[in-house]
């Protein structure tokens, strides 16, 4: 069975880092495509980075540019976000999703993907 948890989401000041992780089970990241996602109740869900590790691909949303990095552990088959200096805007639920697609510059339409995570909630604050 498919299954992708995110973790790591809390409540933390702005400017500080949080590192958001998203573990597969029932597949191999090796494969797929990863990609962050983060939505607001009542706003459109919004494409925060990508991660292809078979041809080497990242994206960023230009928000988060030099402010997020997206990475992955093959040995643990988790993908992470690490967020540094957190801002009030980036408050959301956060998502991962995978796709057996090689997506490029389709990575910000979230229809894309095949599996989605429950979520884990960031909220910055102070």
């Known amino acids: 069975q498919v299954q992708l948890v995110e973790s790591g989401g809390g409540l933390v000041q702005p400017g500080n880092s949080l590192r958001l992780s998203c573990a597969a089970s029932?597949?191999?990241?090796?494969?797929?495509?990863i990609g962050w996602f983060r939505q607001v109740p009542g706003k459109e869900r919004e494409a925060v980075s990508y991660?292809?590790?078979?041809?080497?691909?990242?994206y960023y949303a230009d928000s988060v540019k030099g402010r997020f990095t997206i990475s992955r552990d093959s040995a643990k088959n988790t993908v992470y976000l690490q967020m540094n200096n957190l801002k009030p805007e980036d408050t959301a639920i956060y998502y991962c999703?995978?796709?057996?697609?090689?997506?490029?510059?389709?990575?910000?339409?979230?229809?894309?993907?095949?599996?989605w995570g429950q979520g884990t909630q960031v909220t910055v604050s102070s």
């Open positions: 999703a995978a796709t057996l697609s090689r997506l490029l510059r389709l990575w910000v339409f979230w229809n894309e993907y095949d599996y």
């Open positions: 991660i292809d590790s078979r041809d080497g691909d990242t």
């Open positions: 029932g597949f191999s990241f090796d494969y797929y495509a």
